[in-house]
């Protein structure tokens, strides 16, 4: 069964260095997203791409993050300069449909950990 | 997302017997509507979904209503199993799902 894949797991970094968190989403699928959790609090909405642009995104989304599908397999959440409370697990999901006809699958998570 | 909202934030059930978790929406307009489940550590797991021209639906030991004059959709687990207990969420049609709080399903042997 095709699923989301991302790596890496757990991504360790110093406060203020950049990091890149990578996902494959199901191949035939044309919807990406983002989302976070804080660890104990929800799962929080990011960012949603089609057609290579943003198509939606939260307060949370500033100007330090930003999303690339650079070849026709991955799409990738840069974080610029991160800080403290950047520390969740960052989920990507994808979606044949827009999200208000098909449901999204989510991946098993990366775990960022800034020091 | 529009509004979703779970009526309890832990349900606990003993093994073996029957699980509901109930929801509540307050867009009318809505016609899709989706169940994730979430485990400690791990993302979240869709389970069934339905859209609004059906008043029911099921999966493998899972059963999803739709009540849409009270606007209100419960999920139905059979026989739950340790395996099941999870944070559980009710998602309708939109970009930026909001998945609130949940339901907490413990399972207790």
């Known amino acids: 069964e095709p699923e989301v894949t991302q790596t890496p797991s757990h991504q360790v970094t110093q406060m203020g260095q950049e990091v890149i968190l990578r996902c494959v989403p199901i191949?035939?699928?044309?919807?990406f997203y983002w989302y976070r959790q804080i660890l104990g609090q929800k799962v929080e909405f990011l960012v949603s791409f089609y057609n290579n642009e943003i198509s939606e995104k939260s307060e949370i989304f500033d100007d330090q993050f930003s999303v690339e599908r650079p070849d026709g397999s991955n799409f990738t959440l840069k974080i610029r300069s991160t800080k403290l409370e950047d520390s969740a697990m960052y989920f990507c999901?994808?979606?044949?449909?827009?999200?208000?006809?098909?449901?999204?699958?989510f991946g098993p998570g990366t775990r960022l950990t800034v020091l | 997302g529009e509004s979703v909202g779970l009526h309890l934030p832990t349900l606990s059930v003993q093994e073996g017997d029957n699980s509901i978790i109930n929801c509540a929406y307050s867009n009318s307009a809505s016609d899709y509507f989706i169940w994730y489940k979430q485990e400690s550590g791990k993302g979240p797991q869709f389970i069934i979904d339905i859209r609004s021209n059906m008043d029911k639906r099921q999966g493998q030991r899972v059963t999803v209503l739709l009540n849409k004059t009270v606007k209100h959709l419960s999920l139905q687990i059979a026989a739950t199993q340790p395996g099941d207990s999870a944070v559980y969420f009710c998602?309708?049609?939109?970009?930026?799902?909001?998945f609130g709080k949940g339901t907490s399903l413990l399972v207790t042997p």
């Open positions: 999901a994808s979606s044949d449909l827009a999200g208000w006809e098909d449901t999204q699958y």
């Open positions: 191949s035939n699928h044309l919807y």
């Open positions: 998602q309708n049609s939109g970009y930026a799902l909001n």
